[in-house]
């Protein structure tokens, strides 16, 4: 799913974010990025979907050569890739249910398969009752869920989340570690930067543990390994 060799990434102003990293994250896996403050997690994540390019090293996802791709791919690899943000990241002016729509509108669905997808992704994250409602009117809990449903609406092989749960409180979050561990139980890999211990030390997927820009752990069933 996810192939980096020997991938670095130097920031403009001479910041390394990544140094050196090589790894493999295969279809199914649950992983947790975690680390220090400016370690590069968002940098890593941010290389995936190619929101910044590596300075070297190699980096494939989804089978697409992420550095060589061509900028009229970049949608191609975006579509196989579920984004969720810390920020929620939802349209304002638009309903719950044009908030989900509006990613499969993208790629032009039909209608009726576009409507059967939404509820059903709604149901999934147990928010159907609220498609007519406005993210305005919405608990951040629930905003993050129907993030999650945009997410996964057009079934990514791939649901990247940068810090999902960062600023939700411990019921909560739960509520949204249940909805990416039924996505995961689904069959999507799920690659997820975060800071929250008692969640990853409660999960125990694999953790991969970076420290100024370098992996220094690799472990499955893994624990946070950090004090808070
Ligand atoms: N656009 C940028 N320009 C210059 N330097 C950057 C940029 N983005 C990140 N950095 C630097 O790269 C390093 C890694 O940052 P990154 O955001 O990837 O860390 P992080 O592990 O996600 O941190 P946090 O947990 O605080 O979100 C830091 O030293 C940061 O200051």
Redesign the pocket.
């Known amino acids: 799913m996810i192939t980096m060799s020997e991938v670095s990434?130097v920031?403009?102003?001479?910041?390394?974010?990544?140094a050196d990293v090589s790894i493999e994250i295969h279809k199914g896996e649950f992983v947790f990025?975690v680390?220090?403050?400016?370690?590069?997690?968002?940098?890593?994540?941010?290389l995936v979907f190619r929101e910044?390019l590596p300075t070297s090293g190699k980096l494939f996802v989804n089978g697409r050569n992420v550095i060589d791709m061509k900028p009229n791919e970049v949608p191609y690899l975006r579509r196989g890739l579920g984004m969720v943000f810390q920020d929620y990241r939802l349209l304002p002016n638009k309903t719950v249910y044009d908030n989900v729509a509006f990613a499969m509108q993208v790629i032009e669905a039909p209608r009726r398969e576009m409507q059967k997808r939404v509820h059903n992704v709604l149901d999934l994250v147990g928010l159907r009752h609220k498609v007519r409602t406005y993210p305005s009117e919405l608990s951040g809990g629930e905003q993050q869920r129907v993030a999650i449903a945009r997410a996964i609406v057009n079934n990514p092989a791939v649901v990247i989340a940068?810090?999902p749960t960062g600023n939700l409180d411990p019921d909560t979050s739960w509520e949204i570690m249940k909805a990416f561990d039924t996505i995961n139980k689904a069959g999507t890999t799920i690659v997820m930067?975060t800071?929250d211990k008692t969640i990853v030390d409660a999960m125990r997927k694999r953790v991969i543990a970076?420290e100024?820009?370098y992996i220094v752990r690799d472990q499955e069933r893994g624990v946070y390994g950090y004090e808070d």
């Open positions: 990434k920031y403009g102003n001479g910041s390394v974010a990544l990025l680390g220090p403050s400016g370690a590069g997690k968002s940098t890593f994540i941010k910044e940068d810090e930067a800071h970076v100024k820009g």
